[in-house]
């Protein structure tokens, strides 16, 4: 069988994208999943998404690692489904969409994707650094020297390591720039990389940095290796809710490859 697939990035965080609406693509078929996002032996990308349908929503989104495993929710996986989604014309600039997380809110303003991500009700504060779940699990650590620390080999140890240990964790090093401006750099589980941005990372960054006091903002720009995002958030007397990851979501290219 040849599958039609699209290619998108958002802020260097690349996925390959198939409507699977007709159900015509295997989803247990986990090894050729992680063939295709190899960058020598397939297209290359950090994750595979299948759009669905739903009954509830506009669509349900599919999302795997690198690695062929479906995983936790993707926050730059989530913005580039919906600009496929009104690529395809199933919506226009405004959605709801199932994701493995629950239902999503999104919308399309000015060219960039506003995703509405789960309420967080806790972060757990430790003596070097912080941990939450945006639909993701993230380790949060602040650093010096950013551009030059070892992400993967500090990265690998964290995410392996107590108290992560089999599931694992995401892990993020984060260096302030000013106010209400982090530089954020992430290790992600399932793809055991660096990669150049993680949505849900840095919505875990905006918040953990807001809870330990380090900005009073509630509008943060996260600068990653593949550019900037925001993030918009409302503190609650435990938690945060209201959150909304903003950036831009765009097709790199079209193709067809033999499932």
């Known amino acids: 069988m040849t599958m039609t697939f699209y290619k998108y990035q958002g802020t260097g965080n690349d996925f390959i994208i198939v409507d699977n609406r007709l159900l015509k693509i295997n989803k247990n078929d986990t090894k050729r999943i992680e063939q295709l996002c190899d960058r020598r032996f397939g297209i290359g990308a950090d994750g595979f998404i299948l759009l669905e349908n739903d009954e509830q929503s506009d669509f349900k989104m599919v999302y795997y690692n690198s690695d062929g495993n479906e995983s936790s929710m993707c926050g730059n996986g989530g913005r580039c489904i919906v600009a496929f989604a009104r690529f395809l014309g199933i919506i226009e600039n405004s959605t709801k969409f199932l994701a493995i997380d629950g239902m999503h809110e999104a919308k399309i303003e000015n060219g960039l994707v506003h995703l509405q991500m789960k309420n967080v009700e806790e972060i757990q504060q430790f003596e070097k650094h912080q ?39 995401n892990v993020n090093f ?48 996260l600068k990653t290796l593949g550019g900037e ?25 079209k193709g067809e490859i033999a499932w």
Not at 133 to 150: A, I, K, Q, R
Not at 193 to 219: D, F, I, Q, R, Y
């Open 174 to 221: 984060v260096e302030q720039t000013s106010d209400d401006s982090f530089a954020v750099r992430t290790y992600e589980r399932g793809v055991e990389n660096e990669t150049l941005s993680c949505g849900t990372g840095v919505t875990a960054v905006a918040l953990a940095m807001h809870k330990s006091g380090k900005t009073n903002a509630e509008s943060v720009k």
């Open 131 to 169: 941990f939450l779940d945006t639909g993701s699990p993230h380790h949060v650590e602040l650093v010096s020297n950013l551009t030059n620390f070892e992400v993967k080999s500090q990265g690998s140890k964290i995410r392996y390591g107590a108290p992560y240990n089999h599931e694992g964790s």
């Open 229 to 253: 995002l925001k993030i918009n958030f409302k503190p609650q007397k435990q938690g945060y809710s209201d959150i909304w990851l903003i950036g831009p979501a765009e097709q790199v290219f």
